[in-house]
Each structure stands twice: as C-alpha cells, then as structure tokens.
C-alpha cells in the first residue's frame, strides 16, 4: 500500500540554474518529491522580472496537482548566488542585475506569498544532511559540488552554516575552481587521472583547513565518480551526494518548512 501523505507536510521547492528552473513538491517528512518534477528553460536575458515569471508558472502548474500545499504555505527557492538577509551579493549564470537585488521580495510580490531563498548549493548541502548521505553525522560535514564552478555547504551537527564559497579558494595561485571544477576538465580535455590530481591538490587543502568527518560530492559529475574517487588519497572519508539533482528542490523546500516553523 503506497504512503498517504499529509497536504500540511508538503512544500514546493524551486531549484533555479543557468539553463532551466525546475520544482517539484517536497514531503519535508520523508525528503520525497512527490510526482514528477516541472522544469522550464531559464529566461534569456534571466532578469528578476524575466525569472518571477517563470517561478510564478512552476508554481502554478504544481498546485494543480494531488499533493499540493495550501495555497498560503511558503515556497522555498535556491539561487545561485550568495545570499545575505534576502539580497543577492552575487550573480553566477544568471544577469548581473540580480545583484543587490531584493530576491525574498521580488518572488513573494511575483508569488502573493511568503518565500525563503537560499543559495543553490547550501540547499543541496541541507538536503544531504536531513535525508540524504550526511544523515545523523556529527561534526562537519561538507557537500562539495563539481559542475560549472565549485559549490559547497557547510554542516555541523546538521546545522547549516550558509554562504561558505569553498570554490573561490585560491589554490597556487588561482580559484580552485578554475582548476578543479567540472567544466575545467572539459575545458582542458584532460583524463580522468589527470582531473583526479587536480582534485587531490583541492580536497588535500580543504581537508587541513576544516577536518571534516565526510565529503559528500555532488554535481552532475558525481555520476562518474568512479573513474576519479578510488584515486583520492584523504583521511576523511569521501562519497557520493545521494539526492543528486533533486538536492536543491528538496533542500529549498526544506528551508522554508524550518524557516516558517512547518518542520523543525
């Protein structure tokens, strides 16, 4: 018999990236989506204005469905960007007029009601530490996520400490992203053996600054993870994300159900 689940244990979570803008309906119990995930392209140019509009779609179409929140409760939403009370203090993949911008604003006035937004990788790190690999581990734990550039969350005790932009260490010299990131392998047309000594040089260094207990990788290469991981050399042990790219949907949700005291 399939699980019953409770409309007041539901929130819509939006992930937005470069290329698209996808949501889906959070069982903050469980970390399930429930149903199928709606993605829209992202907007080019993807102003604030250009942006609400397609959340304001997502969010509409979710609601239509069986296992929809009540139209007063929030929406999580994750941003790549730093964000700091609301506003955004950066801007990666998507138009430089985000920033300083008044992001909790712009989508609660687009949506008519309450939002929480979060930085895209902090929420893949929220969700890991709740449902995912990172669950019930004590100390720090850091969600590193190799794709474009380098995210990272950072998490202790299961508490998120926000806005830790562990991709813009400087590494000899450089941003260890533009160096160790996924597309910096693209970029450079190196192997596999060849990335993986990259990545060494990157986790050695995060390892001596914080001695974390675990770190969970995640990002659209963390599918390949075998032709690199076995070669990394760490005391801290090093896997895989397991909520891969339903991380940030579940991590958003997450964030607004504790934010607004829907969950603790």
Known sequence: MSKKHSHSSTVIG?????TGIK???????????????????TPTPSTPQAVAKVVKD??????????????????GITFPAIISHGIARSAANVDQSWIDADVDKIFSEELGRDVQVMNDADAA???????????DIKGTVLVITL?????????????????VELG?????????????????????DISWDEYAVRLQRYF???????????????GGISKRSEDYLPQLKLRTKIITA???????????????AVHFKITK
């Open 14 to 18: 939006i992930d937005i990236g470069g």
């Open 23 to 41: 949501g889906g309906i959070v069982d903050i119990e469980t970390g399930d989506i429930l149903g199928e995930r709606y993605r829209i392209p």
């Open 58 to 75: 997502i969010v509409e179409e979710l609601m239509t469905r069986e296992h929809a929140p009540s139209k007063k409760a929030p929406v």
């Open 125 to 135: 790190g929220l969700a890991e530490a709740r449902y995912g690999a990172g669950k």
């Open 147 to 163: 794709g474009t550039g380098i995210g990272s969350a950072f998490i202790f005790n299961g508490k998120l400490v926000p806005n």
């Open 168 to 188: 813009h260490l400087e590494i000899d010299g450089v941003d260890a992203e533009t160096k160790a990131s996924a597309s910096a392998r693209a970029r450079d």
């Open 204 to 218: 050695s260094h995060v390892e001596f600054l914080f001695s974390p207990e675990l770190f969970i990788i995640g």
């Open 242 to 256: 397991e909520l891969k790219n339903n991380a940030g949907i579940v991590g958003g949700a997450l964030q607004a």
